[in-house]
T-cell receptor, first 111, second 113 residues
Framework: TQLLEQSPQFLSIQEGENLTVYCNSS?????LQWYRQEPGEGPVLLVT?????EVKKLKRLTFQFGDARKDSSLHITAAQPGDTGLYLC???????????FGEGTQLTVNP | DVKVTQSSRYLVKRTGEKVFLECVQD?????MFWYRQDPGLGLRLIYF???????EKGDIPEGYSVSREKKERFSLILESASTNQTSMYLC????????????FGSGTRLTVV
């Protein structure tokens, strides 16, 4: 099983601040996905990045896939309390369709 | 929208009981998965299935089994529940193809006493 390390594990910031979450591996993934999970619910897919170097934007969220397809980052601009949640990165293994999840980043945005 | 429905949001079972967790998806997805989620350990794959009557072990299959008799339904079975199986259980489905995201159910919070 390929491993994904996510950092930081916890992040507490004030409304309006910017933040970046990192997802790193020594393995190559065919694609990488980011999910957001709210308490008591299952994770919800935010984005899939496929090509090395790819950048995708979703309103104030910017996702980047590393050139070597081993790492990814999520940048949030001007965070809002509604961004609070658990952010999970997940890599699609090159050998098949199963996902490997990072441990998650618990983000709290204080008003 | 694709829906993945887990039969129970909360369950409390006694040690030694046989426990069935049910999951149904309505989008004709080939692939279905069972994960457990624990603080500090993230999501860990228990079992998955690529097709009806097919099953594959994930990373932590011990103490669990699965059943997939119909394409839309994937059941997780705890043969003899133990306290270390207290966890949040998440079912997911995914269509064929390499880049599709998973659709998760809302989870079942299982407590074994």
């Amino acid at each position: 099983t390929q491993l994904l390390e996510q950092s930081p594990q916890f992040l507490s910031i004030q409304e309006g601040e910017n933040l970046t979450v990192y997802c790193n591996s020594s393995s190559v993934f065919s694609s990488l996905q980011w999910y957001r999970q709210e308490p008591g619910e299952g994770p919800v897919l935010l984005v899939t990045v496929v090509t090395g170097g790819e950048v995708k934007k979703l309103k104030r969220l910017t996702f980047q896939f590393g050139d070597a397809r081993k790492d990814s980052s999520l940048h949030i601009t001007a965070a809002q309390p509604g961004d609070t949640g658990l952010y999970l990165c997940a890599g699609v293994e090159t050998s098949g369709s199963r996902l490997t999840f990072g441990e998650g980043t618990q983000l709290t945005v204080n008003p | 929208d694709v829906k993945v429905t887990q039969s129970s949001r909360y369950l409390v079972k006694r040690t030694g009981e046989k426990v069935f967790l049910e999951c149904v998806q309505d989008m004709d997805h080939e692939n279905m998965f069972w994960y457990r989620q624990d603080p500090g350990l993230g999501l860990r794959l228990i079992y998955f299935s690529y097709d009806v009557k097919m099953k594959e072990k994930g990373d932590i299959p011990e103490g669990y089994s699965v059943s997939r008799e119909k394409k839309e339904r994937f059941s997780l079975i705890l043969e003899s529940a133990s306290t270390n199986q207290t966890s949040m259980y998440l079912c997911a489905s995914r269509g064929a193809g390499t880049f599709g995201g998973y659709t998760f159910g809302s989870g079942t919070r299982l407590t074994v006493v």
